[in-house]
């Protein structure tokens, strides 16, 4: 059972470059998401998804594109590479449960990205 | 504006210390209150969850308190160890119909000196 696995682990990319993210869980979750996070600031939600083939903006969308076609898996797509796009990535998914006890994210290792 | 606010930003204790980290809050309306252990180069891992009602929650020698009134929560770490050196993620989930909606503090990172 390896909980939410990321790819690839680091990557450097040139401005305008394209690159996928792939995020994969074995724990069944309902819901996925891809957070970003930057030195001295909280994680900030980029896209998430609540089911296979469904998927929603969240706090800094611009410039990334994601996709649900398989449950277990959730990706995340830069098309053009930007500067500002540098940091660290975390794919983290949760089961469905509105509220209370089981509304615990298990999060991925992350992707550390660098765009020159 | 619904926000997450983390006290100290980072810490620096001795092992075999006791430490306290705070987590001030906006959200409304709540639904519950995680604190996350993430070490270097890691993703956060789940510490605790706490929901309206309880006010009160250990695992092992963390100890989170909440009190809904004033919107806080601590996370007390007794005994300090050299492996709890990391930050500390304090998470606020959003209730009603926004239940799909987190708000994560900026963090604390703890430093644990032998």
């Known amino acids: 059972n390896a909980g939410v696995t990321q790819t690839p682990k680091f990557r450097v990319l040139k401005t305008g470059q394209s690159m996928t993210l792939l995020c994969a869980q074995d724990m069944n979750h309902e819901y996925m998401y891809w957070y970003r996070q930057d030195p001295g600031m909280g994680l900030r939600l980029i896209h998430y998804?609540?089911?296979?083939?469904?998927?929603a903006k969240g706090e800094v969308p611009d410039g990334y594109n994601v996709s649900r076609l398989k449950k277990q898996n959730f990706l995340l797509g830069l098309e053009s590479a930007a500067p500002s796009q540098t940091s660290v990535y975390f794919c983290?998914?949760?089961?469905?449960?509105?509220?209370?006890?089981?509304?615990?994210?298990?999060f991925g290792a992350g992707t550390r990205l660098s765009v020159l | 504006k619904n926000q997450v606010e983390q006290s100290p930003q980072s810490l620096i204790i001795l092992e075999g210390k006791n430490c306290t980290l705070q987590?001030?809050?906006?959200?409304?309306?709540?639904?519950?209150l995680r604190w996350y252990k993430q070490d270097t180069g890691r993703g956060p891992v789940s510490l605790t969850i706490m929901t309206f009602s309880e006010n009160t929650k250990s695992n092992g020698r963390y100890t989170a308190t909440l009190d809904a009134d004033t919107k806080q929560s601590s996370l007390h770490i007794t005994a300090s160890q050299l492996s709890d050196s990391a930050s500390y993620i304090c998470v606020v989930s959003e209730g009603g119909y926004n239940f799909n909606k987190f708000y994560f503090g900026s963090g604390t990172k703890l430093n644990v000196k032998p």
């Open positions: 998804s609540v089911g296979e083939g469904t998927t």
């Open positions: 987590c001030n809050y906006t959200v409304s309306p709540f639904s519950n």
């Open positions: 983290a998914s949760r089961p469905f449960d509105r509220v209370g006890a089981k509304n615990i994210q298990y």
